[in-house]
């Protein structure tokens, strides 16, 4: 079963970081070949989700706002149909037992009593509808600056929901979020081998940072690790 624990250890369509090493800023090779991506994440988790500037500006059916419990069963909803597109990157035992009533669980907790007051969660809305989120807090990795460094945590945007700006519009209120906060940098981790989720990223400001990990998951210590590159971007004010 997926257990809440493992819900908050898998960030955007990752396995659980169990183990997971980080090698700060060390100098990022070619990712080793494992099995072949499931068609899905060859095209990449946010395939089609490169937008233009001006489709990140909030219209009156399509804004961002801070996510509220009464939103949990949604964010439940929309993470496990983000996940089940990312079919060949997450373990199969995983997306098999995945339950987005456990999902919603999950963010309903975390929402009533987040780790620090600078964990948040963000919804996109189409209408009064979530169609899809994210979350950022304090950075965690052993090299994060705890005054500096913000985390992207989860960045969940389904396939329904691709390609009419939302996760633009996520990403914009996700670095307006942690500079209002007192961050700096705002980091990310990415899949090595998801050339669009990190296509994405850069055509919004983001780059690698050198960093890089493997992961796997948990309860599953039979699957091929998989490779992660961080990607960061600057938010402070000018």
Known sequence: ALTSSTVTSLRNCTSGVGGASVTPREPIGRPPQTRPPHAACRRGCLDGAVVSQAQAVPTPDRSVRVAWVADAAAMGRVQAQAWQACRGLLPEGVLDTLDPDDLATAWADSLRRPPTGQHRAL??????AVVAFASVGPGTDPDADPVRDAEMTTLAVPPDARGGGHGSRLLAAVADTARADGFARLTTWVFAVDDALRAFLESAGW?????????????????????????????EDA
């Open 123 to 128: 919804v996109a809305l189409d209408g009064n």
């Open 207 to 235: 780059a690698p940072d050198g960093a890089h990990r493997q992961v796997a998951a948990e309860d599953d210590p039979q699957t091929e690790p998989a490779r992660q590159v961080r990607m960061h971007t600057d938010v």
